[in-house]
């Protein structure tokens, strides 16, 4: 539980802080808190998964080295699954019962979804993180490589989920990579370049970087999100320790459109195409969202309360829910925080 605390002082203190227009109606309602108990104390806690036909919700508590497997019937762990250096992001393939699990260490490990126990393990560069599902073909593909696996590039390795192996690796001339998101009514994979402060867009049909958008209006570009029906990339930045911004880019020309504050430490983003918004996770404790109204602008909707360095999140318009995963900091126990959408 944590302690009492003048939380509106503080949510108001950062608004200032931010220069946050006129808000509206708070967009979410927590609904569900899970605790994960055993997890030691430490910032970081990366990307979820959903088995929805069995209401389990997959994470990586960092700290932990570890995968939980919740329920969202009970609010229970379900599962610890142990040997893991430092696990990043998973895909379930529920036709399959199958978990695709990046680990830093530089493998990508295939986890049977019944027993969880590892059936496959696909070497790749150290730092495998960030990835992207295309459902079209059945490739994830995967982050990895570049200056913290000691090279001057980084490699988006192409997983085939159906044959469990890896068929291919796209090079990317940067010393690291962030999220990244296939936009499958162009065939294209948009990747974040942080260190370049740029987006590499990649043509899945020939696999190669096809051309380089740069960014102008922010820095530290972590986070991604799209809207297909309206060609608009949501660019989550982390400019300094407080403030950060959502860069929306014209998918059809590569030209920034718009620069929408938020708090920093960004690193998921998703938009809900039911109510056009965009939902952003991020550090200081705050979802911020935003809203696209019919003339194609954006209104703040006001931030929702989540705690300290909850980053990640996912959302699920199946189950209309929204994830955020709370590491163990403090007072803070290990946590994911369930809420659903407010019309």
């Known amino acids: ?35 994960m108990t055993e997890v030691p104390t430490g910032p970081y806690a990366d990307h ?25 019937d009970t609010g229970t762990v379900l599962r610890t699954v142990r040997g893991f250096g430092n696990p990043h992001a998973i895909l379930y393939r529920a036709d399959r019962n199958l978990l695709f699990v990046t680990d830093g260490k530089g493998v990508v490990k295939v986890l049977d979804g019944s027993s969880y126990r590892t ?7 150290l730092n495998a993180d960030s990835t992207a599902y295309d459902a079209r073909t059945g490739y994830l593909y995967v982050g990895n490589g570049g200056a913290e696996a000691g090279r001057d590039y980084s490699l988006v390795s192409i997983i085939d989920t159906a044959r469990e192996t890896k068929i291919g690796d796209i090079r990317v001339d940067a010393g690291s990579l962030e999220s990244m998101v296939v ?85 998921s983003m998703f938009y809900d195409g039911r109510r056009h918004r965009i939902y952003a996770s991020t550090g200081i404790g705050e979802v911020f969202t ?40 403090g007072w803070t126990p290990a946590e994911v925080l369930v809420f659903k959408p407010v019309d």
């Open 183 to 267: 936009d499958a009514a162009s065939d294209r994979l948009y990747v974040n370049l942080p260190d370049k402060n740029a987006i590499a867009i990649v043509d899945l049909g020939k696999r190669n970087v096809q051309t380089i958008w740069p960014l102008a209006l922010a820095t530290r570009n972590e986070a991604f999100a799209l809207d297909a029906d309206h060609h608009a990339l949501f660019v989550g930045c982390n400019e300094g320790d407080v403030r950060g911004s959502i860069v929306i880019v014209d998918t059809t020309s590569g030209k920034e459109l718009e620069k929408l504050p938020i708090g920093s430490w960004v690193d």
């Open 48 to 72: 979820m998964a959903l088995d929805l036909d069995g209401r389990r919700l997959f994470t990586t508590p960092q700290a932990n080295r570890a995968i939980d497997v919740l329920s969202l």
């Open 119 to 125: 059936i496959r393990s696909i070497p790749l560069e």
């Open 1 to 35: 539980m944590r302690p009492p605390g003048n939380r509106s002082s503080l949510l108001l203190l950062a608004l200032e802080l931010l220069g946050h227009p006129t808000l509206a109606q708070q967009p979410l309602a927590l609904v569900q808190t899970i605790e």
């Open 290 to 329: 935003y809203e696209r109204r019919s003339d194609g602008s954006y209104r703040a909707l006001e931030p929702v309360d989540t705690a300290v360095m909850a980053r990640t999140s996912l959302f699920s318009p199946e189950l209309d829910r929204l994830f955020v995963m709370v590491p163990h900091l």
